[in-house]
């Protein structure tokens, strides 16, 4: 799968008269394009969510008018809300070209009070795992830095973070981050802002399907979000079976990426691994898994987590014992394992499953 520039992935998103999004910008890009004032003000009074939610932040008529003749200042629209009975809510949220994307919020009221936002980074996606809705839409396009960028704004400003939350950010809705990681590294940046919202890259998880070109890229990357790898299965066959990035890209060639990542002190790897009956969820699995691992088995986190069955996919959930030996035998072999439901099960949360019955 080498890359190109003529890959459909690689289709430039629309830009409003050939503005650039004022959400892409950093504070020095404000200084380069000449805003009015202190460009560090002007960021952090654009960034700054709280104050928005208790009315329009103050800024000034010079600085208004700057931005709407010289950026592009809109943000995707929020279309439709879908509380869960587990506390998250699921949005599909509308492009500035009607396109839609699903992102969902997940608040965390238990010890310290935390919010995750899970986002988007394609329109669809390329990498058509088997399993996955979003996979069976294709890939339509890349999310610009920019609807990265506003998409989070868009979500904080609609539901919360309430105050004394701490915020952390997956990339693990609709794409294949590493297929846009030249917007979803600026996003980071731009998030990442201290005059802004301050996300550290290490609030900050993108997952991959084993885009290992991505991996090594990104590995290079500073700041450097934290990596999760989606796995699914344990050998070669069964793994090129459900994700195709496998043909290119197969177990020994993946770990070898992740021995090359050069690991940060604090640094962990998440391990995603999605139950499916009958499929990928034996005692040698398990084993195998264990095996894989190695030397990461200790330190990092492996999240099981049981398929969340839905219409585009014919695959389903284990049953509980059969997760519970899958869980235990991993655990025998010294990995920190936590099975995880997908939040907002009741509210067909699987990935692209709202916008994928829309379309
Ligand atoms: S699981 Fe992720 S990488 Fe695979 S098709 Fe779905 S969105 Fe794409």
């Known amino acids: 799968m080498a890359e190109t520039a003529l890959m459909p992935w690689d289709r430039p998103a629309p830009e409003k008269a050939g503005k650039p999004s004022v959400w892409s910008l950093l504070p020095e890009d404000f200084e380069a394009m000449g805003a009015p004032g202190r460009a560090a003000h002007l960021f952090n009074r654009l960034h700054r969510v709280h104050l928005w939610k208790e009315g329009a932040p103050w800024i000034s008529k010079a600085l208004r008018e700057w931005v709407a003749t010289e950026t592009d200042a809109s943000l995707p629209e929020i279309l439709e809300r879908h509380p869960s009975m587990d506390g998250s809510t699921k949005l599909v949220l509308r492009l500035s070209d009607g396109h839609r994307i699903e992102a ?39 999310l610009t830095a920019g609807e990265i960028v506003g998409q989070v704004i868009a979500l904080m400003r609609d539901l919360g973070p309430d105050r004394g939350e701490q915020v952390t950010l997956v990339f693990m809705g609709m794409g294949e981050p590493l297929h846009n990681l030249d917007h979803v590294h600026r996003a980071i940046r731009v998030l990442g802002e201290i005059e802004g919202l301050g996300l550290s890259a290490k609030r900050i998880t993108v997952s991959t399907s084993g885009l290992v070109s ?19 299965a344990t050998h070669d066959e069964a793994r090129s079976a459900t994700m195709p990035v496998n043909k290119v890209w197969n177990l020994a060639r993946l770990r070898q990426a992740l021995d090359a990542w050069g690991l940060q002190r604090g640094e962990k790897f998440t391990f995603e691994y999605v139950l499916l009956a009958g499929v990928n969820d034996t005692p040698e699995d398990a084993q195998r898994l264990g095996d894989w691992l190695g030397d990461l088995r200790r330190g990092h986190n492996v999240n099981l987590i049981p398929m969340n ?27 920190f394992v936590t099975v995880r ?10 990935c692209g499953q709202l916008v994928k019955e829309k379309a």
Do not use: W
């Open 309 to 335: 069955e839905h219409d585009h996919s014919t695959f389903h959930e284990p049953a509980e014992d059969r997760i519970q030996a899958f869980s235990d035998r991993l655990k025998a072999q010294g990995c």
């Open 214 to 232: 991505g991996i090594e890229k990104l590995a290079r990357l500073r700041p450097r979000p934290l990596l999760a790898l989606s796995l699914n």
């Open 104 to 142: 969902v919020h997940m608040p965390r009221k238990v010890r310290s009070p935390r919010v995750t936002y899970c986002i988007s980074s394609q329109v669809g996606c390329a990498m058509g795992c088997t399993f996955c809705a979003t996979g069976a839409m294709g890939i339509l396009r890349n």
């Open 341 to 350: 439901r997908s939040r907002g099960r009741d509210v067909r949360a699987a």
